[in-house]
């Protein structure tokens, strides 16, 4: 009787104490995270655990696990452990998968290349991009929240397959009578859109001055295009200006050279700027050019938009002028300072 009671006492006493340090507040100084890689044991993350100072004790850990787990695993994943958090907290969050999640931001207007740059140079991710590089145009720029080790070929497919959904549902739901045969034209001429324009609410208006040349028959006249053709994805060089010399070089895309569209996209458009494409303005402008604001102004004759060019000359020969004063030097005088004023007839 006497033993029983004394093994009584002793399993009550462990079972407080068992109770008591699982509920604990941990030994974690401070803000950590720690790794469980795929396939490890309850033995190897328990001892990883407290070699990090997330728990005090790795056995005890492992026990808890055979009692509190009932079926379930600890989940492979990056965790991050606030200060003292109890073993019972470090079991629940193991087990409940909630790792940390981290994000790639693609903004609007990247070229493909640019977006391969971007997820080669991004630490968390993992592996090889595909070795196809895909088309221009059939990614989708947005932010991608991705766990630590996630596979750089995962991120593009995603950003594939998301693209294709949007552009499939906003090719469905169009305007009637534009004039645009594919959906690869929607995409083609959205890119031009996104790369003309950094004001969102312009996008309609510049999408729809497009669409009116198209109908008309005029070129396009798009100065992005002219630089995709000259640098392809990499982009013009900081720095260097666009050329007159650079308006009459003959290229695929050079929209000055060539009659409609471009054979293919010349960045990777953003859903705003695809829905600019799909539901244009309501307008008969046929030319815009920079406002001074960071904007454009819009015309539908050739003698206003002319004399909306003069008013954009003077503003930068001003601009030019007080540079020039505090700096004493000057510009090339064959380039183009302005990309949206080539030639006095630009859009």
């Known amino acids: 009787m006497t033993l029983m009671v004394l093994a009584a006492l002793g399993a009550g006493a462990a079972y407080y104490f068992g109770t008591t340090l699982y509920a604990a507040p941990g030994p974690l100084q401070k803000r950590a ?4 890689e795929k396939g490890a044991g309850v033995a190897q993350i328990a001892q990883g655990l407290e070699n990090e100072g997330i728990v005090s004790n790795a056995r005890f850990f492992q026990l808890a696990s055979r009692i509190y787990l009932k079926g379930d695993t ?24 909630r790792s940390i999640l981290h994000s790639i931001t693609f903004p609007e207007g990247l070229t493909v290349k640019a977006m391969f740059e971007k997820l080669e140079a991004d630490q968390y991710l993992s592996g090889d991009l595909p070795d196809d590089r895909p088309e221009e145009g059939s990614l ?9 080790g996630t596979p750089r070929k995962e991120i593009v497919e995603k950003m594939h397959k998301i693209d294709d959904r949007v552009v499939d549902r906003i090719w469905a739901n169009r305007d009637p009578n534009l004039p645009l045969d594919s959906k690869a034209e929607l995409v083609t001429l959205a890119s031009i859109v996104e790369k003309e324009t950094g004001q969102p609410g312009e996008r309609p208006k510049v999408a729809a001055v497009f669409m009116n040349r198209l109908k008309k028959g005029m070129r ?5 295009t002219v ?6 994805g990499d982009g013009k060089p900081s720095g260097r200006p666009l050329y007159e010399s650079d308006l009459k070089k003959t290229t695929r895309y050079n929209t000055y050279r060539i009659d409609g569209l471009p054979p293919t996209p010349i960045a990777n458009p953003g859903r705003k700027s695809l829905e600019a494409v799909a539901h244009p303005a309501d ?4 030319y815009f050019v920079a406002d001074g604001t960071g904007g454009h102004v819009f015309s539908e004759s050739l003698k206003e938009h002319n004399a909306n060019v003069r008013r954009w000359r ?3 020969a001003s601009r030019k002028d007080a540079a020039d004063t505090d700096t004493d030097t000057d510009t090339d005088a064959n380039a183009v300072v302005d990309p949206d004023t080539a030639g006095g007839k630009k859009n």
């Open 74 to 97: 600890l989940k492979a994943g990056e965790y991050a452990f606030a200060p003292h958090v109890s073993m019972e907290t470090v079991l629940d969050i193991l087990r409940s998968g």
């Open 283 to 286: 307008t008969d402008a046929l």
């Open 314 to 316: 003077a503003i930068q």
């Open 227 to 232: 630089i995709y053709g000259i640098f392809g």
């Open 33 to 36: 995270t720690y790794m469980v």
């Open 220 to 224: 396009l006249q798009s100065d992005p």
């Open 140 to 148: 989708m720029p947005d932010t991608y929240k991705f766990t630590r």
